[in-house]
Each structure stands twice: as C-alpha cells, then as structure tokens.
C-alpha cells in the first residue's frame, strides 16, 4: 500500500467514526431518585447499551417522586421518564399527553415496617404510619394496604417525613409506629429487628411501581428512537441478570456508597432480578386497572376508563 492509499484509508476510518458518533441522538431521561431501583438504566448507560442503538443518553434525576419526573416529561424538559405509574395514569387522565410504553417492575417494592409489638393490621389502628409524602408511592401503598384490610385512612394517623431514612430514625425515636419503607431503608429496619407486616410481593396486587413513559407526541415524531432507546434499555435489564457483581459495582459508583452499605445495595439487586425486573417488560395492563380502580371513587374519568378496559378485556382481541 502506497502512502497516498495509506493517507486515504485512515482518512475514511476516522470519517466513518466521526459519523457514527455524530448519528448518536440524544434522549434525556428522568429518573425519580437516586437509588438501586434504577440499576437497569445505570447499567445500560455504563456499558454503552444504548450507544449501541444509536441513543447518546442523558441520565437526570429529577427527585421528589413520580411528580416531578412526570411534569418534567410534559414541560419536555427530558424525553423519557423512569416513574411510578399512579402519576403516569393521574396526569393522562387529566388530559396529559403521557403514555406508558415500558412497565419494568409491577410488583410494588414496599413493606409496611412497623414496631415488634405490632403483630396484626387490626393493633396498626389508631397508630402513627410514615410515608414519604401524600401522594406519593409509599402513600399509595399505604392506602392499598389498608384496602386490603378493609381498614380506612382514617384508621391510622398519616405522617409525611420525606424519605425512607427519615423514617427509621422516626422509628428509632418513637415518633411513629410503622413506616412503609422501600430498598435499601427495608433491610436496615429488618436488621434493626423491625416487623414486616406486609411485603407487597407477597400480595396478588399488580401495581405499577416503576414504568417508562414518554408522550404520544414524542412517540408520533420519534418512533425509531423511542424504540432504539427500549431496545437498550431492556438489554441493560438483560445485562443485570446475567452479570451480577458487575452490574453492583456499576450502581456502587453510581451512587458513590461505603462498604457498609455494599451488603444492602446487593440485597436489592438481588431482589430486583430474582423478584422484580421483568424479561420482557411489556406495558401492564393489570397494573393500570389496579391503579384506576384505586382512584376511581375520587376520580370519574377514571371510573369509565377502567369500564372500558374491562369490557374490552371481556370481548378479546
């Protein structure tokens, strides 16, 4: 090969790389906090999964629950959201332009973690419960909690201490009884020697604990990137359950945790891929309908929507 061919050759080489990472298209992607639930997306982002589809993704996290993640997807300030579906259905029927198009995890995450002296959901009467915040997930679970037990809101008296830690220390102190925690806080108040009253993947409650939504007017005018982006995102989910410690040492960095925390970051991986992730992490139906029947007695759009959906659950395809 002369020098001139030579010249020539590396020049198509670093054109055809300089082309490919100029194909990339950028997706911003909410998240709602900063935690192991989010180990897929991490993991996806890491190891260049959704590169691989051409997404150059951008990872936010927008924090203070489901809500905030949700308004930044209408306001089109990220393109993508990772979300708990109740303010996903709550915003549609409101008129939101939001749609489901991934539902990751359907079992809810939560225990009800309450004193050792607390024994039944009859002795949680009259007794203080923490959550996050009203309307949020911990506060919706709380709710399909005492739905279960034909128990009321008004059974129990509704703290909101703002996160998970926030309400072991609550705990600790005595300023509430129980407390509806979620990974890692769960295993912190188990080793504690707290009660799990109730695990909701104990329960036969499809809920929609964490989705991927985006709006159908996003969808409309970016269907091949919407589902380049899927396509990344279920071989990070992929990734995780055949690749354990690496996907943990991934989220360690992530969320820059000590060794004293390793223990229970693992404990939630693995309950993620044992448990929770799904392989194929199609919309769910069922969790729609547990989330509509849920608010419908406050809500009548929601009433006939989940009217609807059942009829035509009853006709078939």
């Known amino acids: 090969m002369n020098r001139k061919t030579s010249v020539c050759a590396i020049t198509v080489f670093f054109l055809c790389i300089g082309w490919r990472a100029m194909a ?12 192991g639930l989010h180990t897929a997306v991490w993991v996806a982002e890491t190891k260049g ?8 993704p951008e990872v936010i996290v927008t924090g203070q629950g489901g809500t905030a993640g949700i308004s930044a997807l209408i306001a089109n300030d990220v393109q993508m959201v990772n979300s708990a579906g109740d303010v996903l259905v709550a915003a549609s029927l409101r008129g939101g332009d939001t749609v489901m198009v991934a539902s990751v995890v359907n079992k809810g995450l939560q225990r009800l973690i309450t004193k050792p002296d607390i ?15 009203i309307g949020a997930v911990s506060h919706s679970v709380l709710l399909m909690m005492l739905q279960r037990w034909k128990m009321s809101v008004n059974d129990v008296q509704v703290l909101q201490l703002g996160s998970s830690p926030s309400m072991l220390a609550s705990l600790d102190k005595g300023g509430i009884e129980g407390a509806v925690v979620t990974i890692p806080s769960m295993f912190v108040a188990e080793d504690r020697g707290y009660r799990v009253l109730l695990d909701m993947a104990d329960t036969d409650i499809y809920y929609l604990h964490t989705m991927v939504a985006t709006t159908r007017q996003y969808i409309k005018n970016n269907r ?13 989910i992929a990734f995780v359950k055949h690749n354990k410690q690496e996907s943990l040492d991934i989220v360690k960095k992530k969320l820059r945790i000590g060794p004293e925390q390793e223990k229970n970051l693992e404990r939630s991986i693995d309950l993620l891929i044992a448990k ?11 969790g729609v309908e547990t989330v509509l029947g849920f608010i419908e007695k406050d809500n009548n759009g929601a009433r006939l929507h989940r009217k609807g959906q059942s009829e035509s659950q009853r006709r078939g395809p």
Not at 121 to 130: H, I, S
Not at 224 to 236: A, I, P, S, T
Not at 276 to 286: A, G
């Open 49 to 56: 999964l959704f590169r691989k589809h051409g997404i150059d």
């Open 119 to 133: 024994m039944t959901p009859a002795e949680l009467k009259g007794k203080r419960v923490g959550v996050t915040r």
């Open 224 to 236: 091949d990137k919407v589902v380049r982006f899927l396509k990344g995102y279920v071989e990070g």
């Open 276 to 286: 929770y992730y799904e392989s194929v992490p199609y919309p769910s139906l069922r």
């Open 24 to 35: 990339q298209d950028k997706v911003r992607m909410g998240l709602s906090s900063v935690s």
